[in-house]
Protein backbone atom coordinates (compact mmCIF):
# COMPACT_ATOMS: atom_id res chain seq x y z
CA UNK A 1 0.00 0.00 0.00
CA UNK A 2 1.20 3.37 -0.82
CA UNK A 3 2.27 5.94 1.71
CA UNK A 4 3.12 9.92 1.66
CA UNK A 5 6.81 8.88 2.12
CA UNK A 6 9.15 10.34 -0.47
CA UNK A 7 11.82 7.64 0.05
CA UNK A 8 8.92 5.28 -1.38
CA UNK A 9 8.24 7.78 -4.03
CA UNK A 10 12.40 7.75 -5.05
CA UNK A 11 12.35 4.04 -5.04
CA UNK A 12 9.23 3.58 -7.07
CA UNK A 13 10.68 5.46 -9.97
CA UNK A 14 13.52 4.02 -10.17
CA UNK A 15 16.09 6.26 -8.51
CA UNK A 16 19.13 5.75 -6.76
CA UNK A 17 17.69 6.28 -2.75
CA UNK A 18 20.11 8.48 -0.62
CA UNK A 19 19.61 8.71 3.19
CA UNK A 20 21.94 9.52 5.42
CA UNK A 21 22.13 9.61 9.56
CA UNK A 22 21.43 12.41 11.66
CA UNK A 23 22.76 12.16 15.53
CA UNK A 24 20.77 13.66 18.26
CA UNK A 25 22.27 16.36 21.09
CA UNK A 26 22.51 14.91 23.98
CA UNK A 27 20.68 17.74 25.38
CA UNK A 28 17.19 20.16 24.74
CA UNK A 29 18.88 22.06 22.08
CA UNK A 30 16.54 21.46 18.82
CA UNK A 31 19.28 23.90 16.84
CA UNK A 32 21.53 21.31 16.38
CA UNK A 33 19.47 19.02 14.67
CA UNK A 34 17.70 21.78 13.01
CA UNK A 35 21.26 22.72 11.92
CA UNK A 36 21.64 19.17 10.34
CA UNK A 37 19.05 18.65 8.81
CA UNK A 38 19.39 21.87 6.53
CA UNK A 39 23.29 20.90 5.78
CA UNK A 40 22.19 17.95 4.67
CA UNK A 41 19.02 19.13 2.41
CA UNK A 42 18.95 18.58 -1.11
CA UNK A 43 21.58 15.90 -0.52
CA UNK A 44 19.31 13.21 0.68
CA UNK A 45 16.08 11.91 -0.13
CA UNK A 46 15.41 11.43 3.63
CA UNK A 47 17.33 11.05 7.05
CA UNK A 48 17.38 8.60 9.92
CA UNK A 49 17.41 9.41 13.39
CA UNK A 50 18.60 7.02 15.87
CA UNK A 51 16.79 6.34 19.17
CA UNK A 52 18.84 5.54 22.29
CA UNK A 53 21.69 4.29 20.06
CA UNK A 54 24.36 2.47 22.30
CA UNK A 55 21.90 2.12 24.78
CA UNK A 56 23.35 5.71 25.83
CA UNK A 57 20.49 8.90 26.33
CA UNK A 58 20.08 11.50 23.92
CA UNK A 59 17.18 13.10 22.22
CA UNK A 60 14.08 11.00 21.36
CA UNK A 61 14.19 10.02 17.40
CA UNK A 62 10.41 11.11 17.06
CA UNK A 63 11.57 15.00 18.00
CA UNK A 64 14.34 15.18 15.59
CA UNK A 65 12.17 13.76 12.76
CA UNK A 66 9.41 16.54 13.34
CA UNK A 67 12.25 19.21 13.16
CA UNK A 68 13.03 17.12 9.65
CA UNK A 69 9.00 18.07 9.12
CA UNK A 70 9.02 21.40 9.40
CA UNK A 71 12.31 22.01 7.24
CA UNK A 72 10.59 19.86 4.45
CA UNK A 73 12.40 16.85 4.47
CA UNK A 74 11.71 13.08 5.28
CA UNK A 75 12.59 11.52 7.81
CA UNK A 76 12.45 7.85 9.10
CA UNK A 77 11.80 7.49 12.62
CA UNK A 78 13.81 4.57 14.69
CA UNK A 79 11.76 3.08 16.66
CA UNK A 80 13.55 0.01 19.20
CA UNK A 81 12.07 -2.85 21.51
CA UNK A 82 14.16 -2.09 24.59
CA UNK A 83 12.56 0.34 25.84
CA UNK A 84 8.70 -0.21 25.47
CA UNK A 85 6.15 -2.54 25.45
CA UNK A 86 3.89 -3.22 23.03
CA UNK A 87 1.47 -0.66 24.06
CA UNK A 88 3.83 2.02 24.09
CA UNK A 89 5.25 0.85 20.38
CA UNK A 90 1.57 1.27 19.07
CA UNK A 91 0.92 4.68 21.03
CA UNK A 92 4.23 5.86 19.29
CA UNK A 93 3.92 4.50 15.88
CA UNK A 94 0.09 6.24 16.24
CA UNK A 95 1.58 9.62 17.36
CA UNK A 96 4.46 9.91 14.67
CA UNK A 97 2.15 8.96 11.75
CA UNK A 98 -0.69 11.69 12.85
CA UNK A 99 2.59 14.43 12.92
CA UNK A 100 3.43 13.05 9.50
CA UNK A 101 6.42 11.27 9.99
CA UNK A 102 6.12 8.67 6.74
CA UNK A 103 9.25 6.23 7.42
CA UNK A 104 9.73 3.84 10.42
CA UNK A 105 12.67 1.53 11.28
CA UNK A 106 11.85 -0.90 13.19
CA UNK A 107 15.02 -2.35 15.43
CA UNK A 108 15.36 -4.54 18.85
CA UNK A 109 17.81 -2.17 20.33
CA UNK A 110 21.62 -2.35 21.74
CA UNK A 111 21.63 -4.26 24.57
CA UNK A 112 21.87 -2.17 28.13
CA UNK A 113 25.68 -3.29 28.52
CA UNK A 114 26.57 -1.37 25.64
CA UNK A 115 25.21 1.77 27.30
CA UNK A 116 25.90 4.01 30.38
CA UNK A 117 22.99 2.90 32.39
CA UNK A 118 23.67 -0.18 33.42
CA UNK A 119 20.61 -0.17 36.05
CA UNK A 120 18.15 0.23 32.99
CA UNK A 121 15.57 -2.42 32.71
CA UNK A 122 15.05 -3.72 29.20
CA UNK A 123 11.79 -4.48 28.05
CA UNK A 124 12.25 -6.73 24.78
CA UNK A 125 8.62 -7.72 24.75
CA UNK A 126 9.03 -7.83 21.09
CA UNK A 127 11.91 -7.97 18.88
CA UNK A 128 12.24 -5.77 15.26
CA UNK A 129 10.55 -8.92 13.30
CA UNK A 130 7.63 -8.99 15.63
CA UNK A 131 7.43 -4.81 15.87
CA UNK A 132 7.84 -5.08 11.74
CA UNK A 133 4.74 -7.45 11.66
CA UNK A 134 3.08 -5.04 14.32
CA UNK A 135 3.77 -2.00 11.93
CA UNK A 136 2.46 -3.46 8.92
CA UNK A 137 -0.82 -4.87 11.11
CA UNK A 138 -1.63 -0.74 12.01
CA UNK A 139 -0.62 0.14 8.77
CA UNK A 140 -2.61 -2.51 6.30
CA UNK A 141 -5.33 -4.55 8.23
CA UNK A 142 -6.34 -1.55 10.23
CA UNK A 143 -5.90 -3.36 13.90
CA UNK A 144 -4.42 -3.16 16.54
CA UNK A 145 -2.14 -6.00 18.25
CA UNK A 146 -5.16 -7.37 20.47
CA UNK A 147 -7.24 -7.62 17.26
CA UNK A 148 -9.24 -4.80 17.69
CA UNK A 149 -9.93 -2.49 14.46
CA UNK A 150 -8.68 1.29 14.91
CA UNK A 151 -11.68 3.57 14.11
CA UNK A 152 -10.26 6.41 11.90
CA UNK A 153 -7.32 7.14 10.08
CA UNK A 154 -4.27 4.24 10.41
CA UNK A 155 -0.82 5.01 10.60
CA UNK A 156 0.38 4.86 6.67
CA UNK A 157 4.06 4.44 7.33
CA UNK A 158 6.99 2.97 5.02
CA UNK A 159 8.26 0.17 7.10
CA UNK A 160 12.37 -0.43 7.00
CA UNK A 161 14.28 -2.90 8.70
CA UNK A 162 17.96 -2.99 9.58
CA UNK A 163 20.32 -5.91 8.48
CA UNK A 164 23.74 -7.28 8.85
CA UNK A 165 25.17 -8.79 5.28
CA UNK A 166 28.62 -9.46 7.30
CA UNK A 167 26.81 -11.54 10.22
CA UNK A 168 28.14 -15.06 10.37
CA UNK A 169 27.16 -18.36 8.99
CA UNK A 170 26.17 -15.86 6.14
CA UNK A 171 22.79 -17.77 5.26
CA UNK A 172 21.90 -16.72 8.88
CA UNK A 173 22.14 -13.24 7.29
CA UNK A 174 19.85 -14.25 4.68
CA UNK A 175 17.15 -15.53 6.99
CA UNK A 176 17.04 -12.91 8.79
CA UNK A 177 16.78 -10.78 6.00
CA UNK A 178 13.53 -12.91 4.66
CA UNK A 179 11.55 -13.27 8.37
CA UNK A 180 12.27 -9.23 8.05
CA UNK A 181 10.65 -9.61 4.56
CA UNK A 182 7.97 -12.13 5.46
CA UNK A 183 6.63 -9.67 8.89
CA UNK A 184 6.53 -6.82 6.29
CA UNK A 185 9.55 -4.85 5.45
CA UNK A 186 9.10 -2.21 2.62
CA UNK A 187 13.24 -1.79 2.94
CA UNK A 188 16.29 -2.60 4.63
CA UNK A 189 19.30 -0.40 5.46
CA UNK A 190 22.67 -2.76 5.95
CA UNK A 191 25.35 -2.01 8.36
CA UNK A 192 28.55 -0.40 6.54
CA UNK A 193 29.84 -2.13 3.37
CA UNK A 194 33.68 -2.21 3.17
CA UNK A 195 34.19 -5.82 1.53
CA UNK A 196 32.65 -5.12 -1.68
CA UNK A 197 33.66 -9.11 -2.47
CA UNK A 198 31.75 -10.12 1.08
CA UNK A 199 28.62 -7.79 0.24
CA UNK A 200 28.09 -9.56 -3.24
CA UNK A 201 28.48 -13.04 -1.87
CA UNK A 202 24.99 -12.13 0.44
CA UNK A 203 23.59 -10.16 -2.28
CA UNK A 204 24.00 -13.70 -4.36
CA UNK A 205 22.32 -15.47 -1.86
CA UNK A 206 19.40 -12.89 -1.80
CA UNK A 207 19.46 -13.09 -5.49
CA UNK A 208 18.72 -16.96 -5.29
CA UNK A 209 15.82 -16.30 -2.98
CA UNK A 210 14.44 -13.56 -4.83
CA UNK A 211 14.35 -11.30 -1.82
CA UNK A 212 15.12 -8.48 -3.66
CA UNK A 213 12.11 -8.56 -5.53
CA UNK A 214 10.06 -7.93 -2.63
CA UNK A 215 12.42 -5.44 -0.35
CA UNK A 216 14.69 -2.70 -1.38
CA UNK A 217 17.74 -2.85 -0.23
CA UNK A 218 20.22 0.68 0.97
CA UNK A 219 23.63 -0.72 1.51
CA UNK A 220 25.56 1.11 4.73
CA UNK A 221 27.96 3.60 3.96
CA UNK A 222 30.32 4.97 7.04
CA UNK A 223 34.07 6.27 6.19
CA UNK A 224 36.69 4.99 8.19
CA UNK A 225 38.68 8.30 8.59
CA UNK A 226 41.78 7.10 10.59
CA UNK A 227 43.82 4.24 10.90
CA UNK A 228 43.30 3.26 14.85
CA UNK A 229 39.64 3.70 13.80
CA UNK A 230 40.10 1.07 10.68
CA UNK A 231 41.96 -1.01 12.94
CA UNK A 232 39.68 -1.17 16.03
CA UNK A 233 36.97 -2.01 13.41
CA UNK A 234 38.87 -4.88 11.89
CA UNK A 235 39.66 -6.52 15.15
CA UNK A 236 37.12 -5.25 18.36
CA UNK A 237 33.74 -5.19 16.32
CA UNK A 238 31.94 -8.43 15.53
CA UNK A 239 30.86 -9.20 11.86
CA UNK A 240 32.14 -5.85 11.01
CA UNK A 241 34.47 -6.91 7.57
CA UNK A 242 37.49 -4.01 7.13
CA UNK A 243 39.47 -5.74 4.39
CA UNK A 244 43.23 -4.72 4.76
CA UNK A 245 43.62 -3.13 1.44
CA UNK A 246 41.95 -0.22 3.33
CA UNK A 247 44.05 -1.10 6.12
CA UNK A 248 46.60 0.03 4.11
CA UNK A 249 45.51 2.52 2.27
CA UNK A 250 45.19 4.05 5.67
CA UNK A 251 48.58 3.63 6.66
CA UNK A 252 49.92 5.52 4.09
CA UNK A 253 48.67 8.22 5.09
CA UNK A 254 50.59 10.29 7.72
CA UNK A 255 48.57 13.52 8.14
CA UNK A 256 45.19 13.34 9.99
CA UNK A 257 43.31 15.61 7.96
CA UNK A 258 44.69 13.71 4.51
CA UNK A 259 43.18 10.31 6.19
CA UNK A 260 39.94 12.24 6.97
CA UNK A 261 40.15 12.67 3.13
CA UNK A 262 41.40 9.16 1.86
CA UNK A 263 38.57 7.48 3.92
CA UNK A 264 35.71 10.00 2.23
CA UNK A 265 37.58 8.61 -1.05
CA UNK A 266 37.23 5.18 -0.15
CA UNK A 267 33.88 6.03 0.57
CA UNK A 268 32.84 7.58 -2.71
CA UNK A 269 34.46 4.44 -4.54
CA UNK A 270 32.53 2.13 -2.56
CA UNK A 271 29.30 4.11 -3.51
CA UNK A 272 30.44 3.56 -7.04
CA UNK A 273 30.73 -0.15 -6.75
CA UNK A 274 27.44 -0.80 -5.14
CA UNK A 275 25.84 1.09 -8.03
CA UNK A 276 26.88 -1.50 -10.68
CA UNK A 277 24.71 -3.91 -8.13
CA UNK A 278 21.55 -4.33 -9.67
CA UNK A 279 19.91 -5.78 -6.04
CA UNK A 280 20.96 -2.38 -4.46
CA UNK A 281 18.63 0.40 -4.59
CA UNK A 282 20.50 3.11 -2.88
CA UNK A 283 22.41 3.84 -0.08
CA UNK A 284 22.49 4.79 3.52
CA UNK A 285 25.13 6.85 4.85
CA UNK A 286 26.63 7.27 8.64
CA UNK A 287 29.06 9.33 9.44
CA UNK A 288 29.01 8.96 13.10
CA UNK A 289 28.21 12.24 14.24
CA UNK A 290 30.43 14.23 11.29
CA UNK A 291 27.16 15.20 9.10
CA UNK A 292 29.53 17.94 7.76
CA UNK A 293 31.07 15.58 5.58
CA UNK A 294 27.29 13.62 4.06
CA UNK A 295 27.07 16.56 1.35
CA UNK A 296 30.79 16.29 0.21
CA UNK A 297 29.96 12.52 -0.31
CA UNK A 298 26.94 12.94 -1.58
CA UNK A 299 28.76 15.43 -4.19
CA UNK A 300 31.64 13.40 -5.15
CA UNK A 301 29.85 10.19 -5.75
CA UNK A 302 27.36 12.06 -8.20
CA UNK A 303 24.65 11.30 -6.41
CA UNK A 304 22.96 14.82 -6.23
CA UNK A 305 22.14 16.91 -8.55
CA UNK A 306 20.31 14.03 -10.21
CA UNK A 307 20.50 13.86 -13.78
Not at 143 to 165: M, S, T, W
Not at 227 to 245: F, H
Not at 259 to 286: F, K, Y
Amino acid sequence: MKTESNLERILDVGEFAVTAEISPPPNTELGTIREKVNLIKGHVDAFNVPDGQAAVVAMASWAGCLVGLEESLDSIVHMTCRDRNRIALQMDVLAVAAFGVNNILCLSGDPISSGNHPRAKPVFDLDSVQLIGLVRKLRDEKKFDNGELIVGAEPRLFIGAAVNPFARPLESAVDRLKDKVAAGADFVQTQPVYDIDGFRKWIGLVRERGLHKEVRILAGITPVTSLAAARYMQTKVPNMDIPDAIIERLGKVRKREEAAEEGINIAVETIEQLRQIEEVAGVHIMTLQREEIIPKICSAAGLYPRP
